[in-house]
């Protein structure tokens, strides 16, 4: 599984003309699922973005979480997050698990990150051709892959 966080002021997501997730300070999160990721790396992963600490202290130290401040997260299925530009100009993407795994992976990341934030997360269509709209904080913007744990 690969992540891209980015910390928002604001960010928003539509799926044809509706809109099907807002969110004010918190976190937007993409995410691209491959078949080998595995339970273990849904809790990993929901822990590490729940527990990042990338927001500002009283002392403009980047010190606290999303939970910390009581943020939202906004998740967003992306595939593209496992494209493979190895070789030619078109990028492939063999690595990405199909629907039929990743949709499995992706409700359980939902049901992972709202325990892990004890709240409703916001959250995109899988599969859908969605705009998202977003107010980067900072900018601040991380990736994380539970293949290399970083």
Known sequence: MRVVIQRVLQASVKAGLSSTGVIDKGLLVLA??????????????????????????????????????NGDILLVSQFTLHASTKKGNRPSYIKASKPDVAIPIYEKLIHQLEKDLEKKIQRGVFGADMKVSLINDGPVTIIIDTKNKE
């Open 32 to 69: 691209g699922f491959e078949d080998g990721d595995m339970s273990d790396d849904i809790e990993w992963m929901s822990n590490k973005i729940v527990n990042l600490r990338i927001f500002d202290d009283e002392n403009k130290v980047p010190n606290i979480s999303v939970k910390d401040i």
